[in-house]
């Protein structure tokens, strides 16, 4: 179900881009001011149906560049679904952020794919399905990351898309 805003909501979000806030920052403040809890992806698309642009950022200095550089230079591990306890549980992200690799072959059910480094040193294994929605199995009953580690998550794997073209 979509949500709907209201015309001073979506004059707000206007203002906010034009302001020169980033989709994360988009959404706190649809979270803080008005209540309303948008995925990072469909506040993307909000930006886009309100024919909005959101600004450059300074070139090499942006937060989604930083964690981009970080999570090169990880090795490639391949993260599969399953019960026991991910490969690399406990080792530290890179520099205490979160680190996103795409599969090169997706899962099975899945549109695409990959493995996660979160910031606390747990892996996982993420997919997103045909309908937006993202799984993410750490191997570890009730393991849930950070709201900064997500937002994280979601601004490097939009970030990993858009550079392969999606």
Do not use: C, H, N
Not at 15 to 41: H, P, V, Y
């Amino acid at each position: 179900m979509a949500i709907q805003l209201t015309d001073v909501q979506k004059k707000a979000v206007g203002e906010w881009t034009r302001e020169g806030m980033g989709l994360g920052d988009i959404q706190r403040r649809l979270k803080e001011d008005f209540g309303i809890s948008m995925a990072f992806i469909d506040v993307r698309f909000l930006v886009l149906d309100l024919s909005l642009k959101i600004q450059d950022k300074a070139v090499g200095e942006s937060a989604d560049l930083k964690i981009g550089k970080a999570a090169q230079t990880q090795p490639k591990q391949d993260g599969l679904f399953s019960g026991a306890a991910p490969a690399g549980a406990g080792e530290p992200g890179p520099e205490g952020g979160v680190s996103v690799e795409i599969d090169r072959i997706k899962k099975p059910g899945a549109m695409i794919s990959g493995s996660v480094m979160f910031s606390d040193g747990v892996k996982a294994s993420w997919a997103l399905d045909q309908y937006g929605r993202v799984a993410i199995d750490a191997g570890q009953p009730g393991y849930r990351p950070t709201e900064e580690d997500l937002m994280a998550f979601q601004r490097e794997v939009a970030s990993k898309l858009q550079a392969q073209g999606y």
